[in-house]
């Protein structure tokens, strides 16, 4: 594979990483201060969006 993600055949390979983020307590966080658990959860995003973005990802954001 050459530096343009390229294998021999010239085949176009992407690497796929999957990654799951919580916030530890966030549900009886939220019981107890929404505000709190909304800052928290504000905080988070503004770390881990940044860093997807920083290496060409894209974040997928999926509640059962």
Do not use: C, W
Not at 1 to 18: C, F, Q, T, W, Y
Not at 26 to 52: C, F, H, S, W
């Amino acid at each position: 594979m050459n530096e343009n993600g390229m294998s021999l055949s010239g085949d176009k390979h992407r690497l796929a990483v999957i990654v799951f983020t919580d916030i530890v307590d966030y549900t009886q966080i939220m019981e107890q201060d929404e505000q709190l658990a909304m800052n928290l959860l504000k905080r988070k995003r503004g770390i881990v969006y940044p860093l997807v973005d920083s290496y060409g990802g894209k974040s997928v954001i999926f509640y059962l």
